[in-house]
Antibody, heavy 118, light 111 residues
Framework: EVQLVQSGAEVKKSGESLKISCKGS????????IGWVRQMPGKGLEWMGF????????RFSPSFQGQVTISVDKSISTAYLQWSSLKPSDTAMYYC???????????WGQGTLVTVSS | QSVLTQPPSASGTPGQRVTISCSGS????????VYWYQRLPGTAPKLLIY???QRPSGVPDRFSGSKSGTSASLAIGGLRSEDEADYYC????????????FGGGTQLTVL
């Protein structure tokens, strides 16, 4: 069974750094793109980017390029989403998601709530 | 402002058939497959329809998808109270080196 298990909720202050994680299991982690989707309070889903664990090739949405870092440690089947300096506008639920072969998303993590105060 | 356009809300009574639309453009729905996701309150999204009209195993055949040109639709037949959720369409967009685009979501209420 494919599972994506994310790290727990985070409460941070503006300007702090943060790295959240997503561990994949039940499939060949290195052969599927994995990425992140943001949902701000009361808003819809926004795709942030994908990474291919096999070679760390990364693709970003134009809206998030340069704003976050997506990385992976394939030795432990884990993907990461990282901020160097959080802003209150980063407050959102972040979902990790697996990209199906030649498609969009087939599996989702349970979500990580990030709250950033000023 | 989402790239794909969905109605913000829809409603129906138990047993009814409800349709949710999703409108895009030639660079997304017009040239790529459409996907639908269901997000029940307090849970992560779940894949409901892939490649326009395919259902993953475990998804009831009350849910069906279709696509024509630059628009797509999700139909839910025999509406049940447990169908009350947010529904999102998505597609790959070929512009800007390729990226995923979502609809703004449709909140379905079962009256």
């Amino acid at each position: 069974e494919v599972q994506l298990v994310q790290s727990g909720a985070e409460v941070k202050k503006s300007g702090e750094s943060l790295k959240i994680s997503c561990k994949g299991s039940g499939y060949s982690f290195t052969t599927y793109w994995i990425g992140w989707v943001r949902q701000m309070p009361g808003k819809g889903l926004e795709w942030m980017g994908f990474i291919y664990p096999g070679d760390s090739d990364t693709r970003f949405s134009p809206s998030f390029q340069g704003q976050v870092t997506i990385s992976v440690d394939k030795s432990i089947s884990t993907a990461y989403l990282q901020w160097s300096s959080l802003k209150p506008s980063d407050t959102a639920m972040y979902y990790c998601a697996r990209r199906m072969v030649q498609g969009v998303i087939d599996y989702w993590g349970q979500g990580t709530l990030v709250t950033v105060s000023s | 402002q989402s790239v794909l356009t969905q109605p913000p809300s829809a409603s129906g009574t138990p047993g009814q058939r409800v349709t949710i639309s999703c409108s895009g453009s030639s660079s997304n729905i017009g040239s790529n497959d459409v996907y639908w996701y269901q997000r029940l309150p307090g849970t992560a999204p779940k894949l409901l329809i892939y490649r326009n009209n395919q259902r993953p195993s475990g998804v009831p055949d009350r849910f069906s998808g279709s696509k024509s040109g630059t628009s797509a639709s999700l139909a839910i037949g025999g509406l049940r109270s447990e169908d009350e959720a947010d529904y999102y369409c998505a597609a790959w967009d070929d512009s800007l080196s390729g990226h995923v685009v979502f609809g703004g979501g449709t909140q379905l209420t079962v009256l």
